[in-house]
């Protein structure tokens, strides 16, 4: 059986079709803007935009203020043990996440599907070119279209 788990949405996870909200289905789901975290590491004023309004189309209660003392007063508030996490190489992520761990808080990461099931050998050095080779595949174009 699964412990009670809370689900904390990051910068990097704006999807809504994330399997963690399949494998999660029907926990809740927070995602926080820390100023604090924002000032260490800024970012434009039109990336902050775009993150905001994606998230507003995510199932999520959104907070401000200090990333861990919100999960863990919404760890109590949502009566949830367990914290699950979209996959990130977002060392700041990790770290707030190893921190929580280190307090008995157990993580589950939860990876979401590559976007393209075939490496691209050799890799090109332009995007535009390994988009060219991929598209198919991501879009899911048929033949006919």
Wanted: net charge positive; proline share 8%.
């Amino acid at each position: 059986m699964k412990k009670p788990t809370l689900i904390w949405i990051h910068e990097d996870t704006l999807n809504p079709n994330h399997p963690i909200f399949t494998h999660y289905a029907g926990a809740p789901a927070v995602f926080v803007f820390d100023d604090a975290m924002w000032s260490r590491h800024p970012a434009a004023r039109k990336r902050i935009m775009f993150i905001y309004e994606s998230v507003l189309e995510l199932p999520v209660t959104i907070h401000k203020g200090d990333t861990l003392a919100i999960l863990r007063e919404q760890l109590k508030a949502t009566n949830t043990t367990a914290l699950a996490i979209p996959h990130t190489v977002d060392t700041r992520i990790r770290t707030l996440a190893h921190q929580l761990e280190s307090e008995g808080i157990p993580v589950d990461w939860v990876r979401a599907p590559s976007l393209a099931d075939k490496v691209v050998s050799p890799m090109p050095r332009r995007f535009f070119q390994f988009w060219n080779r991929v598209k198919k595949q991501v879009m899911h174009k048929s033949d006919a279209g």
